[in-house]
């Protein structure tokens, strides 16, 4: 792992998705990498969902668009069509990007998104009334989507996006009432993750940039820094 790195995020979606008209050529896909490559930037953080939908074709998810048909919106067709003729012709939409940062001397870092959950039953979403990570099946449909791309992609680090968060309500993983048990929960699961990739790669997570902020949405990071869980932090 690099001692110091400049990282560049891309989120996948506005500066690359939403704005090629498909069928996406080469260099338009390598956008994300091309962007930066040759300047000081050593490691791409790329978002690989949006955390309503996989911006690869996951076999335990759901891929961005799949449930959105008939769209409504340019940018949601954008990016299924311009997904769509890269399968078509037999390339994996997030392998390009990968592969391109590795042609490019760039590290790849995926970047997860964990508000929201593509593919899981929406009455689990604390804004329509479930319990958000205090299901255990989110929990194990977020853990399945973290074994799956660091199964079937060659990743130079996994990044839990803690901070982008969609849900509905100003709690995004546990209600008030759940905090002290999800607290505990979300712990284990990052202690269950870092397990599944040590040895594979650097674990890091992106997080509020206060402890109350984080504790208040039920992430104990400084129990994760205290044992070892993330290399680093964003």
Same mark, same amino acid.
């Given at each position: 792992?690099?001692?110091?790195?400049?990282?560049?995020?891309?989120?996948?979606?506005?500066?690359?998705?939403?704005?090629?008209?498909?069928?996406?050529?080469?260099?338009?896909?390598?956008?994300?990498?091309?962007?930066?490559?040759?300047?000081?930037?050593?490691?791409?953080?790329?978002?690989?969902?949006?955390?309503?939908?996989?911006?690869?074709?996951?076999?335990?998810?759901?891929?961005?668009?799949?449930?959105?048909?008939?769209?409504?919106?340019?940018?949601?067709?954008?990016?299924?069509?311009?997904?769509?003729?890269?399968? +078509?012709?037999? *390339? $994996?939409?997030?392998?390009?990007?990968?592969?391109? /940062?590795? %042609?490019?001397?760039?590290? &790849?870092?995926?970047?997860?998104?964990?508000?929201?959950?593509?593919?899981?039953?929406?009455?689990?979403?604390?804004?329509?009334?479930?319990?958000?990570?205090?299901?255990?099946?989110?929990?194990?449909?977020?853990?399945?989507?973290?074994?799956?791309?660091?199964? +079937?992609?060659? *990743? $130079?680090?996994?990044?839990?996006?803690?901070?982008? /968060?969609? %849900?509905?309500?100003?709690? &995004?993983?546990?209600?008030?009432?759940?905090?002290?048990?999800?607290?505990?929960?979300?712990?284990?699961?990052?202690?269950?993750?870092?397990?599944?990739?040590?040895?594979?790669?650097?674990?890091?997570?992106?997080?509020?940039?206060?402890?109350?902020?984080?504790? +208040?949405?039920? *992430? $104990?990071?400084?129990?994760?820094?205290?044992?070892?869980?993330? %290399?680093?932090?964003?």
């Amino acid at each position: 792992m690099r001692k110091r790195r400049t990282i560049y995020h891309n989120d996948a979606r506005h500066n690359y998705l939403w704005l090629f008209e498909p069928p996406i050529s080469m260099d338009q896909a390598w956008t994300p990498v091309d962007e930066v490559a040759g300047t000081a930037v050593d490691t791409l953080s790329y978002c690989v969902e949006r955390g309503d939908g996989a911006f690869w074709p996951t076999k335990v998810g759901v891929r961005f668009g799949a449930d959105m048909q008939p769209f409504t919106s340019q940018i949601t067709w954008r990016a299924w069509e311009c997904m769509q003729s890269l399968l +078509d012709r037999g *390339l $994996d939409p997030l392998q390009v990007v990968i592969d391109r /940062a590795h %042609d490019k001397g760039l590290d &790849f870092i995926a970047d997860l998104r964990l508000s929201t959950y593509g593919g899981m039953d929406a009455a689990h979403k604390i804004g329509e009334g479930g319990r958000g990570w205090g299901h255990e099946a989110v929990r194990e449909h977020q853990y399945a989507v973290v074994d799956e791309l660091a199964r +079937d992609y060659a *990743l $130079d680090g996994f990044e839990l996006d803690y901070t982008a /968060a969609f %849900d509905t309500s100003n709690r &995004f993983y546990f209600r008030a009432e759940d905090l002290a048990e999800g607290t505990a929960a979300m712990t284990d699961w990052v202690r269950r993750v870092a397990v599944r990739v040590r040895g594979q790669m650097p674990l890091g997570a992106r997080i509020y940039p206060t402890e109350a902020a984080n504790l +208040d949405q039920g *992430l $104990d990071v400084r129990t994760w820094l205290e044992e070892g869980l993330l %290399d680093f932090v964003i």
